[in-house]
C-alpha cells in the first residue's frame, strides 16, 4: 500500500530563507506524487506534481520538489522564503491501479514564516 | 462560479442528528471526490464519483455515511445518527477528468455537540 511520512508538523524559518519540507514515500510501483498548500480557511491548491517524467519539478510560488527513487523522497524546497508562504503543505502519493486520483496524504507541515 | 463551492461552511449539529452536505463541482468536471480531514488524522478520501456513479466508495467510514451526484453536477453527502468522532472538515474536489488536477473547496466544518 502506499503511503507518505512528512517529518515535521511545525518548521519555522526566516524571510528570505531557505524553505525545505521533507516527504517520503512508500510505493510498491512507480508513485505519482504531489505537493499541496492550504491556507487557513481554504481548500486545497496544487503547487507541484511527478507523474514519472523529469525527477525536478517545479511548481507555483517558486516551489520545486526533486524526485529521488534512491532515497524515496519528494522534498519541497523554496530558495527563498516570503511572508506569504505561511500555510500548511500536504505531501501526497496517488494510489496506483485504481485508474483515478486516490490520494493518500501525509498529516501535513506547517510552515512559519517570520520576518 | 469559478471554483468548487461546497455549503454550509460551518454546520453545528447535536449528536444524532442527520446532515447533509452540498458540493457543486466545477462546470463540465466528472470526477467528484469527498476527503475528510481530522484533527491528527490528516486528509482521508471517503468516495469518488464518475459522472453520477460511484466507482470507489472504500473510504466511507461506516453505514451511517452515504453520498450521491446528480446530473453529472452537485453531490450531496449524508451523514446519520452523527457522531462526535464525525466532526472534521469534509472537503469537495473536482477534476475535469480522472487523471487532471483536482479542484478543492473550501470545506464544510462540522461540528458535532
Known amino acids: 500500500a502506499q503511503s507518505v511520512t512528512q517529518l515535521g508538523s511545525h518548521v519555522s524559518v526566516s524571510e528570505g530563507a531557505l524553505v525545505l519540507l521533507r516527504c517520503n514515500y512508500s510505493?510498491?510501483?512507480?508513485?505519482?506524487l504531489f505537493w499541496y498548500v492550504q491556507y487557513p480557511n481554504q481548500g486545497l491548491q496544487l503547487l507541484l506534481k511527478?507523474?514519472?517524467?523529469?525527477?525536478l519539478v517545479k511548481g507555483i510560488n517558486g516551489f520545486e520538489a526533486e524526485f529521488k527513487k534512491s532515497e524515496t523522497s519528494f522534498h519541497l524546497t523554496k530558495p527563498s522564503a516570503h511572508m506569504s508562504d505561511a500555510a500548511e503543505y500536504f505531501c501526497?502519493?496517488?494510489?496506483?491501479?485504481?485508474?483515478?486520483?486516490?490520494?493518500?496524504f501525509g498529516t501535513g507541515t506547517r510552515l512559519l514564516v517570520s520576518p | 462560479g469559478a471554483g468548487v463551492s461546497q455549503s454550509p461552511s460551518n454546520k453545528v449539529t447535536e449528536k444524532g442528528k442527520d446532515v447533509e452536505l452540498r458540493c457543486d463541482p466545477i462546470?463540465?468536471?466528472?470526477?467528484l471526490y469527498w476527503y475528510r480531514q481530522s484533527l491528527g488524522q490528516g486528509l482521508e478520501f471517503l468516495i469518488y464519483?464518475?459522472?453520477?456513479?460511484?466507482?470507489?466508495k472504500s473510504g466511507l467510514p461506516s453505514d451511517r455515511f452515504s453520498a450521491e451526484r446528480t446530473g453529472g453536477s452537485v453531490s450531496t453527502l449524508t451523514i446519520q445518527r452523527t457522531q462526535q468522532e464525525d466532526s472534521a472538515v469534509y472537503l469537495c474536489?473536482?477534476?475535469?477528468?480522472?487523471?487532471?488536477?483536482?479542484?478543492f473547496g473550501n470545506g464544510t466544518r462540522l461540528t458535532v455537540t
Open positions: 474536489a473536482s477534476s475535469l477528468e480522472t487523471n487532471s488536477p483536482l479542484h
Open positions: 501526497a502519493v496517488s494510489v496506483s491501479g485504481t485508474g483515478f486520483q486516490k490520494l493518500v
Open positions: 462546470s463540465g468536471h466528472t470526477a
Open positions: 511527478y507523474t514519472s517524467a523529469a525527477t
Open positions: 464519483f464518475q459522472g453520477n456513479s460511484a466507482p470507489d
Open positions: 510505493s510498491s510501483v512507480p508513485p505519482y
